[in-house]
């Protein structure tokens, strides 16, 4: 089946440093990918719609200066942390759908934990 | 705004009991209803999927049927075993909705005991 590969699962940080999380589709092509936060014992939150060759779709209350998202292919997006703080930590997750098969489900990828010392 | 609302867990089940994890949606088109689950440290994994109203959809066991009246997509699943300890998300997808972004509702922690 499709997988969708993160990477790294975990990173540990200092603060004022920044952060890339990287996202790809194994085996598939994604037009468009997303990029969730959950926190502890808490649900997923949307942060952005990715879309490759244009800009990301930030939804409200997500700093897209501090969130960098660059789609620069249909099988990698990258979200890149800027200037982390500890209150970044968390867990983030992508996703994406197969573009041939537009209502397919979502993929996801396993996570990247984000600790900012 | 389009929602979905989950039960609040945690659940806590022996094994072999009947699981039911309640989930309801709000939304303005004709969604898509998915049930994800996530094992600890790990991301999601879709467990089953319905498109439209009466569509049930089942796997592993479980099962969920898209009830169009109630707005509902409940969980099920006969008889729980420990290895079903997760979390649970019920999510709703509108295909008009940016691409299809995922609505999730809270999850539902399950905890099976031996």
């Known amino acids: 089946g499709a997988v969708v590969s993160q990477h790294p699962s975990r990173v540990i940080c200092k603060s004022g440093t920044s952060v890339k999380i990287e996202c790809r589709s194994l085996d598939f092509q994604a037009t468009t990918m997303f990029w969730y936060r959950q926190f502890p014992k808490k649900s997923l939150m949307l942060m952005a719609t990715?879309?490759?060759?244009?800009?990301?779709?930030?939804e409200q209350g997500v700093e897209k200066d501090k969130f960098l998202i660059n789609h620069a292919s249909l099988t990698l997006s990258t979200l890149t942390v800027t200037s982390a703080h500890p209150e970044d930590s968390s867990f983030y997750i992508c996703?994406?759908?197969?573009?041939?098969?537009?209502?397919?489900?979502?993929?996801f990828g396993n996570g990247t934990r984000l600790t900012v010392t | 705004g389009d929602s979905v609302t989950q039960m609040e867990g945690p659940v806590t089940l022996s094994e072999e009991a009947f699981l039911t994890i309640n989930c309801t949606y709000t939304a303005t088109g004709y969604p898509s209803l998915f049930w994800y689950v996530q094992y600890p440290g790990e991301g999601l994994q879709l467990l089953l999927k319905a498109t439209k109203a009466d569509d049930k959809g089942s796997n592993k066991g479980f099962e969920a049927t898209y009830r169009k009246e109630t707005t509902s997509f409940h969980l099920e699943k006969g008889s729980v075993q420990v290895s079903d300890s997760a979390v649970y998300f019920c999510?709703?997808?509108?295909?008009?909705?940016?691409?299809?972004?995922?609505?999730f509702g809270q999850g539902t922690e399950l905890s099976v005991k031996p």
């Open positions: 990715s879309n490759e060759g244009s800009k990301a779709t930030y």
């Open positions: 996703s994406a759908r197969d573009k041939l098969l537009y209502n397919s489900p979502l993929h």
């Open positions: 999510a709703l997808r509108l295909l008009n909705n940016q691409g299809g972004k995922l609505i």
